[in-house]
C-alpha cells in the first residue's frame, strides 16, 4: 500500500466503509479505518470506496460503489472501477445469483460487456464475524439508455436502427456463449460517450442447457421481473432466450415514446397498442419488427437475434429506411454540459437537426473562426448529411444525393458510405470516373457493409467493360466481408454473371441460384438465370426463370443489362415457339 498522507486533508474527498449496518458511513479519504464502526476503508487491502452509485438506504439486496483501485502500479494509476456488494443474507438463490454473474462475465469476453476482476467474487469479513461477498468489474463511462432518454428525449429511426442491430449482435454473442441474460431494460444498457452500447447486470443472467429447459416446469426457479419489460413466460418462471428478445423490443419502445411500454398494454392480452400512434415520423418496417418481438406469445415472436438481424439487414440495405452506416446515437459531437452551458453551441446542435442542415454545414465549414469546434460537430454533421444523401438516393433523386454525400465527406472524409454513396449516385448519373473512385475509396472502409457493397459494385463495372477476370477477383475477395443477405445475393448474383460471360455454366449456375435462395425477389439472377438455360438449349427453364425476371422487374428503377436480357430472353422464346 503507498503512502496516502500525501494526498489532501480536504473533506471533499471521502472514503465510504463497506460495513451496511455503519451508522456513519463518510470519512476523511486520510483515513484508514472507518471512524464509526473500525472497518477497514481499503476492502480487500486495495479498493477505496469514493462515491456510492445509487442511494445507500435502498431497499435492494447489493450495493453499488465507484472505487478507486489501489492493487498494480498504485502509485502511478489508481483505475475507477465499480464494487458491487451483496448485503448480508441467508437467502441461498441471492447468494447464488451473485456468484454466478462472476462466472458469467468470465465466460462472456466481449468489447461491449464489461470485465471482472480475476479474483472476483470474494469475501469481506466484519469485525462481527459478518460476511459480505464482493465483486469488482470494470467501470463503464457514460450513461444508461433510460438517462439518455430523460436528457435528449426520444429517439429517431436512424438512432433505433442503430440500436437494435447493436443489441442484437450482443445477444447473439451471449446466446452462442450458452447464456440468456433475463434482465434487458433500458437501465440495464449503458451509452458509452462514442455512442456504443454495452449491456450491463449479469446478475440474473441464466445458462441455457438441456437440463434447465427439461427441469423448468419441475422446479422452482428465480424469477426475475422488471415490470415494463418481463415476458410473460419469464414471469411464469420459464424465462427462455426469446424472453430476451421482448425485453428488447419493450426496450425500443420505451426509447422511441420515451414512455413506459406499460402505458401501452392492453391488461387482457398483454399487447402493446397504439404505441406507434405517439411516434408520427416511426417508418412501418421497424414497427413491425419491433412489435414481432415484443408479441406475448413467445411461439409468434422473432425466433432468435440472427432473424433480428437478417430484418435490420433487409430495411436498411433494400432502401426500406435510410440505410447504410447512419448512425448519429453513435456521434460524440460535444459534450451535454457544454452544450447547456454555452448558448451558442445549443443553437448549433439545434441546427444540425433542422432541414437546412446542408446550408449550414457549409457556412460553419467556411468559417475559420469556429475550426475549433467542428471538431466536435464533424462526426454528427457528416451522419446527418451522409442520412439525407440516401434519403435523397432512394428517391432517385441523385444530383442531391451526391451533393449531400459531398457535404457529408467535408466532415468525415473516411466514411466509407457516404462514399459508397457518392460513388453509387455519380453511377446513376453515368460519371463513370466518380463512381469508381469512390468505390475505390469506400472499398478500403473498416466496415464491412460499405466495403462490401463497394467492392460488388466495381465488380459490376467490370463485367459491363468486359473484364470478367478483375470482376470475378473483386467478387471472390468480397465476399468474406459480405455479412448481409442483400450483398451476398448481389455479389453471388455478379459472380454467376461473370462466370456466365466466361461460359462457366456449373460455377454460373451455382451462384446464381444462390443469390435467388438469399434474395427471391431480385430480378437479376432470374434474367441471367434464364439466359443461361438458353443457352444450355433447355427452353422450359429459361421461360420460367425468364417469367421470373418478368414478374421481379422494377419499371421506376430500371439497369440497362435487365432491359436488354428481358429483350433477348422474349425474342428467342418467340423463335422457339
Known amino acids: ?24 458511513r463518510q470519512n476523511p479519504e486520510t483515513e484508514r479505518v472507518c471512524q464509526s ?16 452509485l445509487r442511494p445507500l438506504n435502498q431497499n435492494t439486496s447489493t450495493e453499488l460503489f465507484e472505487v478507486e483501485d489501489w492493487g498494480d502500479n498504485a502509485e502511478t494509476h489508481n483505475p475507477l472501477k465499480v464494487l458491487k456488494v451483496l448485503k448480508p443474507t441467508d437467502n441461498q438463490a441471492l447468494i447464488r445469483l451473485f456468484e454466478q454473474e462472476a462466472r458469467v462475465l468470465t465466460a462472456l469476453k466481449h468489447p461491449q460487456i464489461p470485465t471482472v476482476d480475476p479474483y472476483s467474487p470474494f469475501l469481506v469479513t466484519l469485525h462481527s464475524g459478518t460476511l459480505l461477498r464482493c465483486l469488482v468489474q ?4 457514460g450513461v444508461n439508455l433510460e438517462q439518455w432518454v430523460n436528457e435528449h428525449g426520444p429517439i429517431s429511426n436512424y438512432q433505433a436502427l442503430e440500436i437494435l442491430r447493436q443489441l442484437a449482435e450482443l445477444l447473439k454473442f451471449v446466446h452462442s456463449k450458452g447464456f440468456f441474460h433475463r434482465d434487458i431494460k433500458p437501465a440495464n444498457i449503458m451509452r458509452r460517450p462514442n455512442g456504443e452500447l454495452v449491456l450491463i447486470d449479469f446478475g440474473t443472467a441464466r445458462e441455457v442447457s438441456a437440463s434447465l429447459v427439461e427441469k423448468r416446469e419441475q422446479q422452482t426457479v428465480t424469477r426475475v421481473i422488471s415490470e415494463a419489460y418481463t415476458a410473460p413466460e419469464q414471469r411464469q418462471g420459464k424465462a427462455l432466450p426469446k424472453s430476451d428478445l421482448f425485453a428488447l423490443g419493450r426496450t425500443m ?19 402493446l397498442v397504439g404505441w406507434e400512434a405517439v411516434c408520427p415520423d416511426l417508418h412501418p418496417a421497424l414497427a413491425s419488427t419491433i412489435n414481432q418481438l415484443i408479441h406475448p406469445i413467445s411461439s409468434q415472436r422473432t425466433r432468435n437475434p440472427e432473424i433480428l438481424l437478417n430484418q435490420l439487414d433487409e430495411m436498411q440495405l433494400g432502401g426500406e429506411i435510410y440505410g447504410q452506416e447512419v448512425a448519429i446515437l453513435a456521434t460524440p459531437a460535444v459534450s451535454n454540459n457544454m452544450i447547456r452551458g454555452n448558448p451558442l453551441l445549443t443553437q448549433i446542435q439545434r441546427l444540425i437537426r433542422s432541414p437546412l442542415t446542408a446550408k449550414i454545414a457549409v457556412i460553419l465549414f467556411l468559417l475559420a473562426g469556429i475550426r475549433g469546434l467542428l471538431q466536435f460537430l464533424s462526426p454528427e454533421l457528416a ?42 449516385s455519380c453511377e446513376k448519373q453515368d460519371n463513370l470516373e466518380c463512381a469508381i473512385a469512390n468505390y475505390e475509396k469506400a472499398r478500403s472502409s473498416r466496415l464491412d457493409r460499405p466495403a462490401s457493397a463497394a467492392m460488388n459494385n466495381h465488380s459490376r463495372l467490370y463485367i459491363l467493360n ?5 470482376a470475378i477477383g473483386l467478387l471472390l475477395a468480397a465476399l468474406p466481408r459480405s455479412t448481409e443477405n442483400i450483398i451476398q445475393s448481389a455479389v453471388h448474383k455478379n459472380l454467376g454473371w461473370a462466370y456466365l460471360e466466361t461460359q462457366d455454366y456449373s460455377l454460373a449456375q451455382t451462384n446464381l441460384e444462390r443469390a435467388i435462395e438469399l434474395n427471391p425477389e431480385h430480378p437479376d439472377a432470374y434474367c441471367l438465370l434464364a439466359r443461361l438455360f438458353l443457352e444450355q438449349g433447355n427452353a422450359v427453364a429459361a421461360e420460367n426463370a425468364g417469367e421470373n425476371c418478368r414478374l421481379r422487374s422494377e419499371p421506376n428503377n430500371p439497369k440497362p443489362e435487365i432491359e436488354t436480357w428481358i429483350s433477348k430472353i422474349s425474342r428467342t422464346s418467340a423463335v422457339n415457339q
Open 466 to 470: 468486359q473484364d470478367y477476370e478483375q
Open 383 to 424: 451522419a446527418k448529411m451522409n442520412a439525407i444523401g440516401t434519403e435523397k438516393y432512394n428517391s432517385h433523386n441523385f444530383n442531391q444525393a451526391g451533393l449531400y454525400y459531398r457535404a457529408s465527406l467535408i466532415f468525415d472524409p473516411n466514411l466509407g458510405s457516404a462514399q459508397y454513396g457518392l460513388g453509387a
Open 253 to 271: 419502445v420505451y426509447l422511441l415514446t420515451g414512455r413506459s411500454p406499460l402505458e401501452f398494454e392492453d391488461p387482457e392480452t398483454g399487447e
Open 138 to 141: 470494470e467501470k463503464i463511462e
Open 37 to 52: 464502526c473500525g472497518t477497514p476503508l481499503f476492502v480487500g487491502d486495495r479498493y477505496r470506496l469514493i462515491s456510492p
Open 1 to 24: 500500500m503507498s503512502d496516502r498522507q500525501e494526498l489532501t486533508d480536504s473533506l471533499e474527498w471521502v472514503s465510504y466503509c463497506i460495513n451496511p449496518q455503519c451508522q456513519h
